[in-house]
């Protein structure tokens, strides 16, 4: 059997806890001491979860334990809090940065639908143009501010026009192929027609000298 106290003439055996004789009211005292760090803990806390912030408190013993209130109630003692020990707040808002990128929006790239000729019409056979052509392109949309339209005609070197409507000159008697594409303003390709080919025929008149 263990020892708790130890008085004059009382023996322990071997392997025994020796205690002091006044070990229970240390340890009376120690559980008070206890008790009131909890309520102070406890006291505390409750402050804390508070939605206002007291300046006042309330303190009062009973059987040995201190208790502490924010509510006043009878035999406590009105104790007022120091600035260092109220309870505090932090109110968080909303972060407004000054210097944050404003949002970008990013547009669609702009691009056309569709291009072809549409004068001269595919295999179509002019008559007696006196070797000037009229072209007509249909492009959707319409060409944009800035964009030009480069035409490629019988093989040879490509012609920059401004518009859907132009003309081209010697363009004598016989096949034809015209394609059309439009470029933005930096000569990138924005879009490119199909080959178009087309004829064109002139009349012959026969002058008879009579005799």
């Not at 505390?44 to 208790?67: C, I, N, Q, R």
């Amino acid at each position: 059997m263990t020892c708790i106290t130890v008085s004059e003439g009382q023996k322990c055996e071997p392997g025994d806890i020796l205690l002091p004789a006044d070990y229970p009211k240390l340890l009376q005292r120690c559980y008070a001491n206890f008790m009131e760090a909890r309520s102070i803990f406890i006291f505390a806390g409750l402050l804390a979860a508070s939605p206002a912030l007291a300046d006042t408190a309330y303190k009062w013993t009973e059987e040995g334990v201190v208790h502490y209130s924010d509510r006043p109630r009878e035999g406590a003692e009105r104790v007022e809090l120091a600035e260092s020990e109220r309870p505090t707040r932090t109110r968080f808002s909303p972060s407004r940065s000054t210097d944050a990128a404003p949002a970008i929006v990013q547009q669609a790239a702009f691009r056309y639908e569709s291009l072809s000729v549409a004068s001269p019409g595919p295999e179509e056979t002019l008559w007696n143009i006196g070797g000037v052509l009229n072209v007509t392109l249909a492009l959707d949309p319409g060409l944009q501010t800035g964009h030009q339209v480069r035409v490629y005609f019988d093989g040879g070197a490509p012609k920059i026009v401004a518009g859907q409507n132009f003309q081209l000159e010697e363009v004598h008697r016989g096949v034809h192929n015209i394609q059309v594409e439009v470029i933005d303003n930096t000569g990138k390709l924005m879009i490119r027609s199909v080959p178009n080919r087309f004829y064109v025929q002139q009349n012959t008149i026969n002058v008879s000298g009579g005799t």
